[in-house]
């Protein structure tokens, strides 16, 4: 069975300071991971995906995270952040069955 | 291109009542999945399917029906409707090798 951790339900940080999002996953079989974000009222959309490889993965917006296989962990870093990254984050697992964290609620102030 | 749409955007029901969730897609993606979304929870998957003609249940299959008989439609069906089962609803597509989930809009539905 496949499961996804995400320890922060909620994390405010000042614009143009870093950040980092954690992200801790169970699995059985290979290990696809991905990040996905949901800005207020909308769907969402991927940021950036692990399949194999280079553990750091580099994503839209200025985004990265870097897949650590002995602490089953992918954490998703911003070097600075800006007001417009204030949204709803999800870590998911899986291939064709792909199961989402619960979220963590990223606020961005001024 | 409209990618994945799903209809209605909105619906109350009440207890007891069913309904069908339409999600529909013109990518020609073979995958595609339900997930509902609640407060604290994110996203549970509720059923998938591989391609035409195979379902699998997800995370949360019960009082949810699915059935895939064509690329382009993924119903989901709501036997009986129950307050626990006020969410949002998301359809998602997915292309073999891609690895890419892409996300309709949501059904933002309300059981009385």
């Known amino acids: 069975a496949q499961s996804v951790t995400q320890l922060d339900s909620q994390v405010p940080v000042f614009e143009e300071a870093p950040v980092e999002l954690r992200c801790n996953y169970s699995?059985?079989?290979?290990?696809?991971l991905f990040w996905y974000v949901q800005y207020p009222n909308q769907g969402l959309q991927l940021l950036l995906k692990y399949l194999s490889g280079s553990t750091l993965v580099k994503g839209i917006n200025g985004f990265e995270a870097e897949f650590n296989k002995s602490q089953t962990s992918f954490h998703l870093r911003k070097p600075s952040v800006h007001i417009s990254d204030t949204a709803e984050y999800f870590c998911a697992v899986g291939r064709d069955k792909v199961i989402f964290g619960p979220g963590t609620s990223l606020s961005v102030i001024p | 291109n409209a990618g994945v749409t799903q209809t209605p955007k909105f619906q109350v029901l009440k207890t007891g009542q069913s309904m069908t969730l339409q999600c529909a897609q013109d990518m020609n993606h073979e995958y595609m999945s339900w997930y509902r979304q609640d407060p604290g929870m994110g996203l549970r998957l509720i059923h998938y399917s591989v391609g035409a003609g195979i379902t699998d249940q997800g995370e949360v299959p019960n009082g949810y029906n699915v059935s895939r008989s064509t690329t382009e439609d993924f119903p989901l069906r709501l036997l009986s409707a129950a307050p626990s089962q006020t969410s949002v609803y998301f359809c998602?597509?997915?292309?073999?090798?891609?690895?890419?989930?892409?996300f309709g809009p949501g059904t933002r539905l309300t059981v009385t």
């Open positions: 699995s059985s079989v290979s290990v696809y």
């Open positions: 998602a597509t997915q292309r073999v090798g891609a690895y890419e989930q892409y």
